[in-house]
T-cell receptor
C-alpha cells in the first residue's frame, strides 16, 4: 500500500532563517505531488505541484520554492522565512484519477 | 476569486441526527467533486466523491448530493457520531487530466453528545 511521509512534524524558526520541508511517498511510482498550506482559520491553499522529476508548477508567487529531485521526493524550501509563512504545510499525492491523499503535515511557526 | 465556497464556517448537530454540510461552486468546468475530513494537526482524509454525471453517491453513513443547475453540493452524514467532529472541506476538479483540486474554506462540524 502507499504511504506518504512528511518531516519534521513541527518546526519553530526565526524570521529570516532558511526552510526545508521534505515529503516522500512509498509504494507508488511517478505520482503527482502537491504542497499546500493551511493558514490559521483558512482553507487549503495550493502552493506547488509536480507531475514528474524536475517539473514544478507554482500557484502562488511568494518566497517559497519547491523541488523534486527524485520520483517520490518533494521538497519545500525558503531562503528567508517571513512571519506570514507560519502555517500548517501539507504534502499530497495523486495516483491516477482525481483523489489526492495527504500526509500528516508540518506545523511551522515563524517567530 | 473563491471558486468553491463553504458559507457556513461552523455547524453543531446533536449526536444521532443528520448533519448537512453545503458547498457552492462558480466554475461550470468543474466536473468532479470531493469531500475531505480533517482533524486538528492532521492531514485531510478523503471521504467521498461524485462525478458530474451523477446526482447522488452513497458510502455508508455518508451521502453526497450534486445539483448541477444550482452549482451546489451537499454532504449528508446520518446518523452523526462524536467522531464526526472535524473540519470538512469540499473540493472540485475541472476535467480529467487537470492536475489540481480547488478547495473550499471548510466547515467545522461539532457533534453534541
Amino acid at each position: 500500500s502507499q504511504t506518504i511521509h512528511q518531516w519534521p512534524a513541527t518546526l519553530v524558526q526565526p524570521v529570516g532563517s532558511p526552510l526545508s520541508l521534505e515529503c516522500t511517498v512509498e509504494g507508488t511510482s511517478n505520482p503527482n505531488l502537491y504542497w499546500y498550506r493551511q493558514a490559521a482559520g483558512r482553507g487549503l491553499q495550493l502552493l506547488f505541484y509536480s507531475v514528474g522529476i524536475g517539473q514544478i508548477s507554482s500557484e502562488v508567487p511568494q518566497n517559497l520554492s519547491a523541488s523534486r529531485p527524485q520520483d517520490r521526493q518533494f521538497i519545500l524550501s525558503s531562503k528567508k522565512l517571513l512571519l506570514s509563512d507560519s502555517g500548517f504545510y501539507l504534502c499530497a499525492w495523486r495516483p491516477t484519477y482525481y483523489e489526492q491523499y495527504f500526509g500528516p503535515g508540518t506545523r511551522l511557526t515563524v517567530t | 476569486d473563491q471558486q468553491v465556497k463553504q458559507n457556513s464556517p461552523s455547524l453543531s448537530v446533536q449526536e444521532g441526527r443528520i448533519s448537512i454540510l453545503n458547498c457552492d461552486y462558480t466554475n461550470s468546468m468543474f466536473d468532479y467533486f470531493l469531500w475531505y475530513k480533517k482533524y486538528p494537526a492532521e492531514g485531510p482524509t478523503f471521504l467521498i466523491s461524485i462525478s458530474s454525471i451523477k446526482d447522488k453517491n452513497e458510502d455508508g453513513r455518508f451521502t453526497v448530493f450534486l445539483n448541477k443547475s444550482a452549482k451546489h453540493l451537499s454532504l449528508h452524514i446520518v446518523p452523526s457520531q462524536p467522531g464526526d467532529s472535524a473540519v470538512y472541506f469540499c473540493a472540485a476538479s475541472a476535467g480529467f487530466g487537470n492536475e489540481k483540486l480547488t478547495f473550499g474554506t471548510g466547515t467545522r462540524l461539532t457533534i453534541i453528545p
